[in-house]
């Protein structure tokens, strides 16, 4: 029988291990290099054309490589490479005005260059993790070596958000590099250091003054362990990057409150379903296993901060009607089934063992979730599998920020496997002509998924960071991004 893990010893041997680890205390001062630490893999400037990237990797990429706009602090659009921009067409049609800049080994940046990294991460084949949603895009040409043209099949008024994501980072191969605002000067194992870069349009008989060494960057990527304990021996001003897998970590330690930072990220947390086979293949029996797991026990486990949920969108946003609330959710009239009479059911006809492999991350937090869900499949007479998060499983954990603000990517990420009327749906949405008729088909895909079950909502993601007071200008916001020129006002 799985127990409920109330007091995770695992969790705080992890923790004791780490501090073994990094014994020892050797306060940095407010005078040297801020020190990031990002959940992650040594930072590395890696093409997003290749695949995914970590946190780690993308802030790399971000401060050395920024787009054609990119994010402030609190997640708005702000210049990048382009200094302005219009809209016109009716939203088919994006026009950028490049500001005078360099790329990192002292070349002006043109815009045939800018068009030239564009259309490389466009491209069939790409492995641009955006790529899937940028099919809209028709042409991206240069009009004059400052101005750029992005042309559409059909009207986009989000898509500055999706340029300004690190994926789509003005980033050329060889020499590898961008445009800013940061220089990376000095690789040296899991970390690398990050100098401001130089502004070309600073007025040719302006005394150019090396900027100080609170001004630098330290990044380093390392697991979170390793990243908390840093911080809280004030080797570290920022740890970015956290999920729920590694939150438990945080309260095993004497970190101040005033420190740990939540933001209100928008986006998915909950299970997909990702086979169909067996006790799955009801949708009755799919909604069963929603009904029986309690999501507001374990979101209150990790966080009293963090609230659980029951439907995909986290608001209506370009839909055509308010977020569909699943049936299995609206159990106020006591009129549905107990969950485990429904399975005990369906099992008189389909005697034998029934297991289900739920992929799930590494972490602690993730142990908790398995202990939650675990519980629930016993009590249905369901035995559970825990594999790794990527292997091949029935249940598989989808942990994703929304990179944009539209339910077309709610209902396509969620849609890991649902029936062809939902598939069609949700291709229609991204085929629409007009912001009508793609809401409309929002609406009917995220609908279609509620009724029938494709994926169990628990939370919006959680995301966490370990903030120095010294950072005076980090800034929560649902975009859970944290760009590296942006961690100080300009007074600090």
């Not at 382009?82 to 049609?93: K, L, P, Y």
Request: proline share 8%.
């Amino acid at each position: 029988m799985l127990r409920v893990p109330t007091h995770p010893e695992r969790i705080r041997h992890t923790a004791l291990a780490a501090l073994a680890l990094l014994a020892g205390c050797n306060a940095r001062g407010d005078d040297g290099p801020v020190t990031v630490s990002a959940i992650g893999a040594a930072p590395a400037l890696a093409d997003p054309a290749r695949g995914a990237l970590d946190t780690p990797a993308r802030l790399m990429l971000d401060a050395t490589a920024q787009g054609l706009v990119r994010f402030d602090a609190s997640g708005q659009i702000e210049p990048g490479v382009a200094e302005r921009w219009s809209v016109i067409d009716q939203g088919r049609s994006y026009i950028f005005r490049l500001r005078d800049s360099e790329w990192n080994d002292g070349e002006k940046v043109t815009a045939a260059e800018v068009v030239k990294v564009l259309r490389r991460q466009i491209a069939a084949g790409s492995r641009n993790v955006l790529h899937p949603y940028l099919t809209a895009i028709d042409e991206i040409v240069e009009m004059t070596p400052e101005v750029i043209e992005i042309r559409l099949k059909r009207p986009r008024p989000d898509l500055l958000k999706l340029f300004a994501q690190p994926e789509l980072a003005i980033f050329r191969t060889k020499p590898p590099g961008g445009s800013g605002p940061y220089r990376a000067t000095a690789q040296r194992g899991r970390s690398v250091l990050l100098r401001p870069a130089f502004d070309p349009a600073r007025s040719p008989d302006e005394d150019a003054v090396e900027p100080p060494a609170a001004a630098n960057i330290r990044l380093i990527g390392e697991r979170a362990a390793r990243a908390i304990v840093r911080f809280e021996r004030r080797e570290a001003q920022l740890v970015t990057g956290g999920t729920f897998a590694d939150w438990p970590l945080v309260g095993l330690t004497q970190i101040a409150p005033i420190n740990r930072r939540l933001d209100p990220a928008a986006g998915l947390f909950g299970l997909a379903i990702v086979s169909r086979a067996g006790v799955l293949a009801d949708p009755a029996n799919r909604a069963a296993i929603a009904q029986a797991f309690d999501r507001a026990a374990f979101t209150a486990t990790i966080s009293p901060d963090w609230a659980p949920v029951s439907q995909l969108l986290p608001e209506q946003l370009d839909s055509a009607a308010p977020p569909a609330i699943p049936a299995w959710a609206q159990t106020e009239n006591g009129t549905a089934e107990d969950p485990a009479a429904r399975i005990a059911r369906w099992k008189t006809t389909h005697p034998g063992v029934i297991t289900l492999r739920v992929a799930l991350p590494d972490g602690p937090g993730a142990n908790l979730l398995y202990g939650y869900l675990g519980a629930a499949l016993v009590s249905l007479g369901i035995v559970p599998e825990r594999v790794a998060a990527e292997a091949p499983a029935d249940l598989r954990l989808i942990d994703a920020v929304a990179p944009y603000d539209s339910g077309r990517w709610y209902v396509a990420t969620a849609c890991q496997l649902c029936s062809e009327a939902t598939q069609t749906a949700i291709d229609a949405a991204r085929a629409a002509d007009s912001p009508r008729m793609r809401a409309q088909q929002i609406a009917i895909a995220d609908a279609a998924l509620a009724s029938e079950v494709a994926f169990i909502p628990i939370a919006r993601p959680l995301r966490w960071s370990l903030v120095s007071i010294r950072l005076k200008a980090w800034t929560g916001n649902s975009r859970a991004w944290h760009p590296l020129n942006h961690l100080r006002s300009d007074t600090n």
